[in-house]
């Protein structure tokens, strides 16, 4: 059988061969873990970010269903009695006495202009808070509590005007309105500072 080999010029010096590859090795190796090390670190935060959500709390006001994040909610329970405030707007329902504490109630569908329709035993109240100012608001049913994505959201729907747009967080396909807690806690509007002068 014939064997066919390379002219010393085309095989190159083994020495210098073996000398570059081992160079090569030491410091390009380090370079390539550095770059793979700092692309795995980079991924996890990507991954996250595509499956971010909010814990939301689901309540039904007349006949559409709304949500708050579950951050700003401390405690969710039933409504006995409310004493109504003089020289209030008419969404300022009163106050009630709500674990030895006494609450402003705001009625959502007065302060969103919604048409009244009340359903039976609307009682439900959830308390909302964030810093030093707190406020309950009452809900015709209470849902729960579940997890949506962020990427669920979509900005808002034709149907959502006025007040109700301001305060929106954004809405699902199921068309459930999701509320900005912050922005309601915040208004100045909802903080009432009249005085009764006798």
């Not at 410091?27 to 990507?46: D, F, G, T, V």
């Not at 034709?158 to 199921?174: F, M, N, Q």
């Amino acid at each position: 059988m014939r064997k066919f080999s390379r002219s010393p010029a085309e095989r190159g010096s083994p020495r210098t061969a073996t000398g570059s590859t081992s160079a090569l090795s030491s410091e390009k190796a380090k370079q390539i873990l550095q770059m793979r090390a700092l692309a795995l670190a980079e991924e996890p935060p990507a991954k996250e970010a595509r499956n971010e959500g909010i814990d939301i709390l689901e309540f039904v006001l007349g006949f559409e269903r709304y949500a708050l994040e579950s951050c700003y909610v401390t405690h969710v329970g039933h409504l006995e009695d409310i004493v109504p405030l003089p020289c209030t707007p008419a969404f300022i329902r009163g106050v009630a006495t709500l674990l030895g504490e006494i609450l402003p109630i705001i009625d959502l569908k007065k302060f969103f202009e919604m048409p009244e329709s009340e359903l039976p035993g609307r009682n439900k109240l959830i308390v909302l808070q964030w810093g030093k100012m707190t406020f309950s608001t009452l809900a015709d049913e209470v849902l729960g509590v579940r997890r949506l994505l962020l990427t669920d959201l979509q900005p808002s729907l034709p149907t959502l005007t006025g007040i109700r747009k301001k305060y929106l967080k954004g809405v699902t396909s199921e068309r459930l309105v999701v509320l900005d807690a912050a922005k309601l806690l915040l208004d100045e509007s909802i903080v009432v500072e009249e005085q009764v002068i006798e």
